[in-house]
């Protein structure tokens, strides 16, 4: 094979398939699945997840964790469009709603793919299994600079909870 096939193949290989397929950047459409309430297990409790559908360049969501029938903590996050793919800014509260994060930080989980019920971000993938279940996996450094996954097993539910 010549060098000027190797390095086509090489370029080609490195180009997102959006680029490649002649559609647009990613949007907010390709996580619209995303958009409604979730229940379930994760970090060793109750987890319940809600995202909005998209309006006004954002979905916006909020989280809890619930252990032995008390708040461990809440998360409010919103997902929007940014350069060409999509971001997620979180920030965590106290049950009293102290923030964990200074005034002006947020976690910020950056863009890496998409496909269909899937989005990849640095340490987070949100997974559609079907229409009623989402797997989340999340990667935290530990305190000792180990990276656990932690997996979160989610169902659709009504806002009444069931």
């Given at each position: 094979m010549?060098?000027?096939?190797i390095w086509l193949?090489?370029?080609?290989l490195?180009?997102?398939?959006?680029a490649?397929?002649?559609?647009?950047?990613v949007?907010l459409?390709?996580a619209?699945?995303?958009?409604?309430?979730?229940?379930g297990?994760?970090?060793?409790?109750?987890v319940?997840e809600?995202?909005?559908?998209a309006r006004?360049?954002?979905?916006?969501g909020?989280?809890?964790?619930?252990r032995?029938?008390?708040?461990?903590?809440y998360?409010i996050?919103?997902?929007?469009e940014?350069?060409g793919?999509?971001?997620?800014?979180l920030k965590?509260?106290?049950?009293?709603l102290v923030?964990?994060e200074?005034?002006?930080?947020?976690?910020?989980?950056?863009?890496?793919?998409?496909?269909?019920?899937?989005?990849r971000?640095k340490s987070?993938?949100?997974q559609?299994v079907?229409?009623?279940?989402l797997?989340?996996d999340?990667?935290l450094?530990?305190?000792?600079?180990?990276v656990?996954?932690?997996l979160?097993?989610?169902?659709?539910?009504s806002?009444?909870?069931?």
């Amino acid at each position: 094979m010549t060098h000027s096939k190797i390095w086509l193949l090489l370029v080609t290989l490195m180009v997102p398939s959006a680029a490649l397929s002649g559609t647009s950047a990613v949007s907010l459409k390709d996580a619209a699945w995303l958009a409604g309430a979730w229940q379930g297990e994760g970090l060793g409790g109750y987890v319940a997840e809600v995202w909005t559908p998209a309006r006004g360049g954002a979905m916006m969501g909020s989280f809890r964790l619930i252990r032995d029938d008390q708040v461990v903590f809440y998360e409010i996050f919103t997902l929007v469009e940014h350069e060409g793919g999509l971001q997620l800014r979180l920030k965590h509260f106290e049950p009293d709603l102290v923030a964990w994060e200074e005034r002006e930080k947020v976690v910020t989980f950056s863009f890496e793919s998409v496909e269909p019920g899937v989005l990849r971000f640095k340490s987070l993938v949100f997974q559609r299994v079907d229409d009623d279940a989402l797997r989340i996996d999340l990667r935290l450094r530990q305190s000792d600079g180990t990276v656990k996954t932690e997996l979160f097993h989610l169902r659709r539910m009504s806002l009444d909870g069931h």
